[in-house]
């Protein structure tokens, strides 16, 4: 089985009037490339990448070529089709047709999702059950919290309420961007709402240095934080997660902003993190995501991907080291999400219910393409 055609596609959500800030950037609505493989025998599989960067490099690659070096691959073996993209970003090609590393990476962990769909669809089996089928649900927690212009402590109430009715029981609150003392105030209120049996996460997004947050992490351990994630500005020290580790009690998570699979397994082995977070759709795809979910068990560590439950539930649902995966149920913050696909899981009382449907289980909206996708090829 050959791949025979490729359809690429940039989705863009219109900005929002109030953009949703984290610590200190505001983060896309949508910013993905979506594509879809199509093989000689018919079967189709589709990936996603996501960016927080201008996705404009991506683009460009794709539109001067860089997907040729998939069209006439064996379609079941999306390692070698994975490492053949990957082994671009050392290539002289790259360099000679402006293809940059960040777009590379991105690219190859799309094309890597839709060839373990189509693999999942030509074995007649979801990933999750090809990956391994330790569970079929998963735990689901919602991210909220976000920081927008005029947005004050009962419109911080109003929203967690909102979210509370739909039946999470996992909350992920956005830190960084005020004072401590304002920071800790809009963390307690979200507590109060969500009560003390339901699962609290804090996230920093890499906005403090570390005596802030050695104190913030001392704040913070009143609330019960299930983990704290990306507490360190970006400084490429990992001594300070280690010194911080040492100093708090909350489990530390990150690996979202990490552009390899080598930079997650340093956090791993530098004994850094409690839990990871990498995203197969910004870096890796499952080829390497397994690999990491591999590691996590054998080092005593936890899985809780960042980003797009729909795909990382087949990770998480395959692992022994699976924790849970992080949803976006308001469709302001996230309208593909909501819009994307004609089936979604179902994510009900804080638990994703994986789809029974070979491969990613997943049936594109092209509606929801037309809406919000520009096609590039």
């Known amino acids: 089985m050959k791949v025979s055609a490729i359809e690429a596609w940039i989705l863009n959500a219109p900005e929002d009037e109030r953009p949703h800030w984290v610590s200190h950037f505001v983060v896309p609505r949508a910013n993905e490339l979506l594509v879809r493989v199509t093989t000689d025998s018919g079967l189709q599989g589709i990936g996603i990448a996501t960016s927080y960067t201008p996705i404009e490099a991506v683009r460009k690659a794709v539109q001067s070529g860089i997907l040729d070096n998939v069209i006439g691959a064996d379609a079941l073996a999306p390692e070698r089709v994975y490492q ?184 791993i082995e530098e004994q850094a993190i409690s839990i990871l977070q990498f995203d197969c759709t910004m870096m890796g795809g499952f080829t390497e995501g397994r690999k990491l979910a591999a590691l996590c068990e054998l080092n005593h560590v936890r899985v809780a991907p960042h980003h797009d439950c729909f795909i990382h539930a087949h990770i998480v649902a395959a692992s022994p080291a699976g924790l849970i995966v992080e949803s976006f149920t308001d469709p302001e913050r996230d309208p593909l999400q909501a819009e994307l696909f004609e089936n979604p899981p179902l994510i009900e009382n804080g638990v994703l219910h994986l789809n029974p449907h070979p491969g990613l289980g997943l049936e594109l909206s092209m509606a929801a393409v037309e809406k919000y996708g520009r096609r590039i090829i």
């Open 84 to 267: 053949s993209l990957f082994s671009l970003t050392w290539n002289k090609t790259a360099f000679s047709k402006g293809w940059t590393r960040e777009a590379i990476v991105r690219i190859s962990a799309a094309i890597d999702i839709a060839m373990w769909d189509i693999v999942g669809k030509a074995a007649g089996l979801p990933l999750y059950r090809l990956f391994g089928g330790y569970v079929d649900t998963v735990p689901a927690y919602v991210t909220c919290a976000y920081y927008r212009d005029g947005k004050d402590l009962e419109e911080l109430r109003d929203e967690i309420r909102m979210l509370k009715d739909q039946g999470h029981r996992g909350f992920k609150v956005k830190v960084g961007g005020l004072s401590l003392a304002e920071d800790m105030e809009r963390v307690a209120v979200v507590r109060e709402v969500i009560g003390d049996d339901a699962e609290l996460m804090v996230d920093v997004n890499r906005g403090w240095d570390l005596g802030s947050a050695m104190e913030g992490a001392r704040l913070l351990e009143s609330l019960s934080p299930r983990w704290l994630e990306e507490p360190l500005r970006w400084v490429d020290d990992r001594r300070e997660l280690k010194l911080l580790v040492r100093a708090t009690r909350i489990p530390l998570s990150a690996g979202e902003s990490e552009l390899t699979s080598y930079a997650c397994r340093s956090l």
